[in-house]
């Protein structure tokens, strides 16, 4: 393998990662299904959970999803190690969450990753959650139009940004005036 191809594979492996989190973040599941081959894994001992092949996932990660009041993912690159169409991989991450049931906190911790290369790119065939960190004292904060204990607090939200929205298409620039 050369040199290019083997950073440009690095590069798409990241970018597998990232996009992991983004479906995560968006809560998009049937995005984070497709990131897995037929016979992905994503496991998460501590929960615990194992969800086998991309409709197990989607439908899991749905079920998780109507647990929380909010959850916040931040993830970061971490070692990989490539062997033709087969790579390994490390990516941490940091958490913040808090579940509908009151349980809340924030955690660090480690994804352990097996990765295909496929017709469609790269894609997970293992991903395996280890949390490193996890302190479940009372979060001080809360999310916008979350229904945790600071939610009814106006002064906490008085001055946060109204959600994302995509940017409308810019229109074409006015004609030149003829001269």
């Not at 996932?57 to 690159?77: A, M």
């Not at 969450?97 to 790119?121: C, E, I, M, W």
Request: charged share 20%.
């Amino acid at each position: 393998m050369n040199d290019f191809q083997a950073t440009a594979d690095r590069v798409e492996i990241q970018a597998l990662q990232g996009e992991f989190t983004d479906a995560v973040m968006m809560r998009d599941r049937a995005r984070l299904a497709r990131l897995f081959t037929a016979d992905g894994v994503l496991r998460m001992p501590n929960v615990p959970i194992e969800l086998v092949g991309p409709e197990q996932i989607r439908l899991g990660g749905e079920k998780l999803q109507e647990q929380w009041d909010f959850f916040v993912q931040t993830t970061h690159p971490g070692a990989i190690e490539i062997d033709g169409d087969t790579a390994t991989g490390r990516a941490y991450l940091h958490e913040l969450a808090r579940l509908k049931s009151g349980f809340q906190g924030l955690n660090y911790a480690v994804y352990h990753d097996r990765y295909q290369r496929t017709p469609d790119g790269w894609r997970f065939t293992e991903r395996v959650y280890e949390v490193r960190y996890l302190d479940t004292t009372p979060l001080a904060g809360s999310a916008p139009g979350s229904t945790g204990p600071h939610a009814a607090d106006p002064a906490r939200h008085a001055a946060a940004p109204a959600p994302y929205t995509e940017p409308a298409p810019s229109s074409p620039p006015p004609p030149a005036a003829a001269g």
